[in-house]
């Protein structure tokens, strides 16, 4: 997740990131799937849970509503000294 409130955290903490996970999944299968993805150590897992926010908006046509995806988040704290590089693939 680059996002400009995450790479604030992550310039303050070198050894925080922040991902997009499955609502199902659980502080276990994301370490495990972080681990195996990226090959690095990581000693805690924080989760948050976002609620979809209904939106609407006039247009021409009459007024158009809508809702937001729900989606879930989590910071993962690797070992002192290691980093992901997430720009070193493209």
């Keep these: 997740m680059v996002t400009e409130k995450m790479t604030k955290t992550t310039e303050k903490f070198s050894n ?4 997009i996970v499955r609502p199902e999944a659980n ?16 000693v805690d897992v924080n989760t948050m ?5 209904r ?13 937001k995806n729900a989606f879930k988040k989590a910071i993962v704290t690797l070992k ?11």
């Design 27 to 42: 502080k276990f299968q994301i370490k495990k799937e972080i681990e195996g993805l990226y090959n690095v150590t990581v």
């Design 49 to 53: 849970r976002y609620a979809g926010k």
């Design 55 to 67: 939106s609407s908006r006039y247009t021409r046509a009459g007024l158009i509503r809508g809702q």
């Design 80 to 90: 002192d000294g290691e980093m992901i590089d997430f720009y070193s693939n493209i």
């Design 16 to 19: 925080r990131y922040g991902f």
